[in-house]
């Protein structure tokens, strides 16, 4: 369901569906997972996870009793949700979700407003789909006497959040927790001089539960710089400054569009690595007062050293 495997040309938030997330759990299921660990990232859709529900079993019909087709425009018609043939492994297995907990689905911040254009939606569509999950929230206030529409986490992926939590069962996580649990940043911190993080684009939604501004929380903790690498710099940008993110820089060297950054990001971020080390090695022999040249030129040979290893850079 995610939003690069949909070309731009041809985004349409009221056809694309979650339902291969759903074919995934299944095959998960089928080899016994007992832990499935979902991340709500950015996706291509807007159907609350209505599909996903739909591919384990979830019946979701019409007032006539038809089930309703694929795709966030077809919850508009949505009237009624039966579990009746809902996979029955799924109440034997721990879903855990890692998501933004500032998504919503519905209202002021629901998901089909701030997120919508994004994804290929005009002002109309957007309203439309606006509408739909407000049906569908109210259905799934109908049969499970919960109130999703603003409920933290709800709006992640396109509502994947709501469809998760109200259909399959499963937990919502701030995915910074989740981040931090198997990072164990914690542990490494107190260690540490300096704090690199990165992002996709450093910009105003950044500090909304964003990773980069809840690592440089925890490292504020420590009292340690953190400085940023993002693929690209937003619009107001400097709000991050506020918010623990000392310094930032992006990987572009040159206009390009955004699939040659990303078919180059590998020598791309290399690269922004390297020019942001030189800039902290100048400041430390500016505060030591020390040969800038010799330091420079060691930090060079270094490089050079690695050379090989730096061309092998993957994401």
Same mark, same amino acid.
């Given at each position: 369901?995610?939003?690069?495997?949909?070309?731009?040309?041809?985004?349409?938030?009221?056809?694309?569906?979650?339902?291969?997330?759903?074919?995934?759990?299944?095959?998960? =299921?089928?080899?016994?997972?007992? &832990?499935?660990?979902?991340?709500?990232?950015?996706?291509?859709?807007?159907? $609350?996870?209505?599909?996903?529900?739909?591919?384990?079993?979830?019946?979701?019909?019409?007032?006539?009793?038809?089930?309703? *087709?694929? *795709?966030?425009?077809?919850?508009?018609?949505?009237?009624?949700? @039966?579990?009746?043939?809902?996979?029955?492994?799924?109440?034997?297995?721990?879903?855990?979700?890692?998501?933004?907990?500032?998504?919503?689905?519905?209202?002021?911040?629901?998901?089909?407003?701030?997120?919508?254009?994004?994804? *290929?939606? @005009? #002002?109309?569509?957007?309203? @439309?789909?606006?509408?739909?999950?407000?049906?569908?929230?109210?259905?799934?206030? &109908?049969?499970?006497?919960?109130?999703?529409? +603003?409920?933290? $986490?709800? *709006?992640? !992926?396109?509502?994947?959040?709501?469809? =998760?939590?109200?259909?399959?069962?499963?937990?919502?996580?701030? &995915?910074?927790?989740?981040?931090?649990?198997? =990072? +164990?940043?914690?542990?490494? =911190? #107190?260690?540490?001089?300096?704090?690199?993080?990165?992002?996709?684009?450093?910009?105003?939604?950044?500090?909304?539960?964003?990773? #980069?501004?809840?690592?440089?929380?925890?490292?504020?903790?420590?009292?340690?710089?953190?400085?940023?690498?993002?693929?690209?710099?937003?619009?107001?940008? !400097?709000?991050?400054?506020?918010?623990?993110?000392?310094?930032?820089?992006?990987?572009?060297?040159? #206009?390009?569009?955004?699939?040659?950054?990303?078919?180059?990001?590998?020598?791309?971020?290399?690269?922004?690595? +390297?020019?942001?080390?030189?800039?902290?090695?100048?400041?430390?022999?500016?505060?030591?007062? @020390?040969?800038?040249?010799?330091?420079?030129?060691?930090?060079?040979?270094?490089?050079?050293?690695?050379?090989?290893?730096?061309?092998?850079?993957?994401?």
């Amino acid at each position: 369901a995610g939003l690069r495997l949909v070309p731009r040309d041809v985004r349409d938030p009221r056809l694309t569906t979650t339902y291969g997330v759903g074919q995934l759990i299944k095959a998960a =299921l089928d080899r016994g997972a007992e &832990r499935i660990l979902v991340g709500c990232g950015d996706s291509g859709t807007n159907d $609350g996870g209505a599909g996903m529900a739909q591919a384990l079993g979830v019946g979701l019909f019409d007032a006539c009793g038809n089930p309703i *087709g694929l *795709g966030g425009s077809e919850l508009q018609k949505l009237d009624r949700i @039966s579990m009746e043939n809902r996979d029955p492994r799924l109440d034997g297995v721990q879903i855990d979700v890692a998501c933004n907990w500032h998504n919503l689905l519905c209202g002021p911040n629901g998901v089909a407003r701030v997120f919508g254009p994004q994804k *290929g939606a @005009s #002002p109309e569509v957007v309203a @439309s789909l606006e509408a739909a999950l407000e049906n569908y929230a109210a259905a799934i206030w &109908r049969t499970f006497n919960l109130d999703v529409r +603003e409920m933290p $986490g709800s *709006g992640a !992926s396109g509502g994947l959040g709501t469809g =998760l939590l109200a259909l399959l069962g499963a937990k919502l996580h701030p &995915r910074y927790d989740i981040v931090m649990e198997y =990072l +164990e940043l914690d542990r490494w =911190l #107190p260690e540490s001089d300096l704090v690199i993080t990165a992002e996709g684009c450093i910009d105003f939604q950044t500090p909304r539960g964003k990773i #980069p501004v809840e690592v440089a929380k925890r490292a504020k903790r420590y009292n340690l710089p953190v400085i940023a690498i993002a693929g690209s710099i937003g619009k107001d940008a !400097s709000i991050n400054i506020e918010h623990g993110i000392d310094a930032f820089t992006a990987i572009l060297e040159t #206009p390009c569009d955004l699939a040659e950054a990303i078919e180059r990001a590998p020598i791309l971020v290399a690269n922004a690595a +390297e020019r942001m080390v030189r800039t902290i090695a100048l400041g430390y022999c500016l505060l030591k007062k @020390s040969d800038c040249r010799s330091f420079l030129q060691g930090f060079q040979e270094q490089l050079n050293s690695n050379y090989q290893l730096r061309n092998r850079v993957s994401l």
